[in-house]
Structures are given as structure tokens and as C-alpha cells.
């Protein structure tokens, strides 16, 4: 099979997360989405998605190209449909494209759906990742789900005896050291991926997942629904919330109901709120309606781009959105919404020009052994570009 997971028009409702991936890139539960489907289909694997991150994740087409929507959820229904899918067939929920099998180059999503409805065959009801928020909603049936996956026929290797162990679902690679911790899986699995580490005093409840090279600080708190990916660090009280890699958390401070995109920093006590005071239902930014919308959901924290960071004793209010490369710092709440390229705080922001976020990304991936290559660079700076309508400030220095 050639596989290309396609980005359609809903993508918007997933920003500031895509601003910097494709769809299926999205990480949750223990894998991405992409990780999700290599493992239940066998073929070559490439994303038809916006132009400027072409390059990084660039399409390939052979004669027999198999188009499968990114923002899809595996379960068995749909595997199935998939595993049986004809040439010139296509796969929908409702009037969402879920699949189309074609030998046509489809450079872009509309033409894709123009030709998918001509053929359009069969109905399915997909699982299907619609907003942000969604990421740390359906992060415990998909840690469960990818728990499931990745330990079929496998033995965990031995736990330290310095550790109390509650439940039985507790895997650990290899590599991965635990000492004198509580791990609870009673309510869900506990994945502790190679060469991680939690330290002395952490109280772990599943379902959780800690991914290759992360470690959890000592006396850490983490509840369940949560999971750390790659290259991590985080410490503090952390409860159902998503960290995609290279990203810290390092301090005590409470997170909980957010997602957190790759090489962000929160800053020494950095505080989210998760709930309103008067317990009413949170609104957060929506990049395709271009305001607030009602989430329905009475828990929701924070939601933060690549490669933002927060300073020491910085408060989040409930349900707030930070977009690409903002640096946030200052006491007071800033506001619910901060634009990507943001600098300062609750009194006030300017623009974090290209050259100076260019420089903090730079000194970041070195630290970690990696150059900040022109790809990248690129793609940063047309979010940059791209973005500058959402910093009124910018537009009110020009009129005056």
C-alpha cells in the first residue's frame, strides 16, 4: 500500500497543534496517529498536507494510492473497511471523508473530496480527533488502546523492590529505571518506555504513559490520562494532560485538562486553572470561527503551541490558548488567547520578532544535540507571517 494521510479542511480546529504538523502527527495516547496506523497497516507512509510543511513531510504517489483522512482514530470497524477497501472506492462518516482509493496524484484536499464524492460508497462511524481539546479527552481509551498494542507477546522487564506496585497492568522497557515510587494501575496501565526514568517519591496513577528518554521528577504527582512523550521533563501535579516532546515541566506548579506542544518550557510554579470558579462550561479560542466557542466541557486548561515558554510563577486562566513561539512572563493572568510570536504578559505584549525566537530555538535544540535546521526556520516563519493578523497590537501601531 502507498498510504498518504491527508489534512482536510477541519484542520483549523486543531491549531495551534498543526500550525507545526500534520494532523496525524498528533500524539494520543502513547503513539501518534501516524505511529498508530504503521502498526495496523503494512505500506509506505506520507502526508498530503499544507504547502509550507511540504517539505518536511513531504506526499509520495505511486499507481495505487491509498488516501486515509489523518485526524482518524483506529478501531476495528474502520481497520476492517480499510483492509478491504477496492480501487476507486471511498470511505465516509456522515459528509467527512475518511478514505479514497485512486490511482490520481490529489495535490490537494478539494481536489481529493471532488473525486472521493463522485465514488462515494461506503458509510462508517469513525473515531475522529475534531478540536484540541480532544487530544486529552480521548488520551485514556488511546493509552489503553496503544498499551494493548505495543505489549502484545512482550515481557516486561524486572521493577526495582523499592517500588510499591498497585494493579498489574505495569510495563516497563528496557533501559527505563523506577526506584522508590507508587505505581497505580487500578484504574488503567501504567507504560514506562525505554531509557525513561521516574524518580525517588513520584506517585504515578494510570492510565499513563512515559515515552523514550522522559523522566518524571522526584515527589511528583501525575494522574491518570496523562501522558509525556519523548524527551521530556516534568515534575509538579500533573493530571490528564498531553506533553509531545522535547518539552519541560520541570517544577512543582498543577497542569491538568491541557496540551502541551513540543520544545515548550513551563517555567519554576508555573499554575493552569482547570476549572472555572463558578464552575460554568469553558469557551476557548477557535482559529476557524476566529473567536471564542462554548467546549461543553466543565474541565479545560491550557492548550500551547511549539516552542512557547512561560517564566517562573506564571498563571494560566482556564481555557487558555497560546499559540506558536510565545514567551509569556509576569505576574497577573494574561489574557485567555495569546497570539503565536507573543511577547510579555498581563501587562501587556509585544511582537517576539523572528531573529530573537530564532536565536532561544537555536540555543534549545543544541542543548538537546540538534541543529534548528532551514526547514524548520521556514516553517516558522511563515506561522510568523501568518499570524500577524492575530496580533492587534501590531495592526494598532500602524494606524497610529
Known amino acids: 500500500m502507498n498510504i498518504i494521510l491527508f489534512d482536510d479542511n477541519s484542520r483549523s480546529d486543531l491549531l495551534p497543534l498543526c500550525f507545526t504538523r500534520p494532523c496525524a502527527e498528533l500524539r494520543v495516547g502513547i503513539l501518534t496517529l501516524t505511529e498508530k496506523w504503521k502498526h495496523r497497516l503494512t505500506g509506505n507512509f506520507s502526508f498530503l498536507t499544507q504547502d509550507y510543511l511540504a517539505t518536511?513531510?513531504?506526499?509520495?504517489?505511486?499507481?495505487?494510492?491509498f488516501y486515509l483522512n489523518g485526524r482518524c482514530l483506529p478501531n476495528y470497524e474502520t481497520n476492517s473497511l480499510l483492509n478491504k477497501l477496492a480501487l476507486n472506492q471511498a470511505i465516509y462518516d456522515g459528509e467527512i471523508l475518511i478514505a479514497y482509493r485512486g490511482s490520481e496524484h490529489l495535490t490537494k484536499f478539494d481536489f481529493l473530496e471532488e473525486v472521493a464524492k463522485s465514488v462515494r460508497i461506503i458509510d462508517v462511524q469513525c473515531d475522529l480527533i475534531n478540536y484540541t481539546y480532544d487530544v486529552f479527552l480521548k488520551n485514556s481509551q488511546e493509552i489503553k488502546a496503544d498499551y494493548d498494542l505495543l505489549t502484545s507477546g512482550r515481557i516486561s522487564q524486572p521493577i526495582s523492590g523499592s517500588n510499591t506496585l498497585i494493579g498489574h497492568d505495569i510495563f516497563v522497557e528496557e533501559g527505563a529505571i523506577v526506584e522508590a515510587s507508587v505505581l497505580n494501575s487500578t484504574h488503567?496501565?501504567?507504560?514506562?518506555?525505554?531509557?525513561?526514568?521516574?524518580m525517588e517519591g513520584s506517585l504515578i496513577r494510570g492510565p499513563f504513559a512515559l515515552c523514550e528518554h522522559s523522566t518524571i521528577k522526584m515527589g511528583a504527582k501525575i494522574y491518570g490520562d496523562t501522558t509525556v512523550g519523548p524527551h521530556s521533563k516534568v515534575g509538579g501535579e500533573v493530571s490528564n494532560t498531553v506533553f509531545y516532546g522535547f518539552s519541560n515541566k520541570g517544577h512543582d506548579g498543577f497542569l491538568g485538562n491541557s496540551v502541551i506542544g513540543e520544545w515548550c518550557n513551563l517555567g519554576a510554579d508555573t499554575n493552569s486553572s482547570n476549572l472555572k470558579n463558578n464552575y460554568a462550561q469553558v469557551k476557548l479560542w477557535n482559529y476557524t470561527k476566529n473567536r471564542f466557542i462554548n467546549t461543553g466541557l466543565q474541565f479545560c486548561g491550557l492548550i500551547m503551541g511549539d516552542h512557547s515558554k512561560c517564566g517562573i510563577n506564571t498563571m494560566f486562566n482556564t481555557g487558555t490558548v497560546v499559540g506558536?513561539?510565545?514567551?509569556?512572563?509576569?505576574?497577573?493572568?494574561?489574557?485567555?488567547?495569546?497570539?503565536?510570536?507573543?511577547?510579555?504578559?498581563?501587562?501587556?505584549?509585544a511582537t517576539y520578532e523572528v531573529p530573537k525566537a530564532f536565536e532561544t530555538a537555536s540555543i534549545v535544540l543544541q542543548r538537546r544535540g540538534l541543529d534548528f535546521d532551514p526547514v524548520d526556520q521556514d516553517i516558522l516563519t511563515t506561522i510568523f507571517k501568518d499570524s500577524a493578523k492575530d496580533r492587534f497590537w501590531e495592526s494598532k501601531s500602524i494606524n497610529t
Open 56 to 65: 518536511k513531510y513531504p506526499v509520495k504517489f505511486s499507481h495505487d494510492n
Open 188 to 198: 488503567g496501565p501504567i507504560y514506562i518506555a525505554a531509557h525513561s526514568e521516574i
Open 324 to 349: 506558536v513561539s510565545a514567551n509569556i512572563f509576569g505576574s497577573g493572568f494574561p489574557r485567555n488567547y495569546i497570539p503565536s510570536f507573543t511577547w510579555g504578559g498581563a501587562t501587556g505584549f
